[in-house]
């Protein structure tokens, strides 16, 4: 009597740790505003990666936007801020203006 045991090879890939940022919201709209009205917006940033995540920079648009930054590096799960504080001063019409991280 003869038996057949087939044999398979299992590849596992081990998966590479890294960070992933995640935005609970990408987009903030102001609404009107009067010109000498001054506006901040928190954005919540999440690391939702199996490594840390290592916030280097953050660029605004423009002089009239700037930025605080909550932590700059956050571990895996962790939630931080990044508050955009827009000032108006000198503008008129419709503005758009964004952030880069």
């Known amino acids: 009597m ?3 045991l087939p044999l ?3 590849l596992c890939l081990a998966q590479t740790p890294a960070p992933v940022i995640s935005f609970e919201k990408t987009h903030h709209d102001f609404g009107k505003m009067s010109h000498d009205q001054k ?3 928190k954005y919540k940033v999440t690391n939702s990666g199996n490594a840390p995540l290592h916030i280097k920079e953050i660029r605004p648009s423009c002089g009239c936007t700037y930025t ?3 932590q700059s590096i956050l571990k895996s799960g962790e939630i931080s ?3 955009v504080r827009f000032d ?3 503008m008129q019409g419709n ?3 964004y ?3």
């Open 81 to 83: 801020f990044i508050e």
């Open 68 to 70: 605080v930054m909550g």
């Open 88 to 90: 108006p001063t000198g």
């Open 2 to 4: 003869c038996y057949c």
């Open 99 to 101: 952030l880069e991280v």
């Open 95 to 97: 503005v758009h203006k």
């Open 8 to 10: 398979t090879s299992i």
């Open 39 to 41: 506006m901040s917006y």
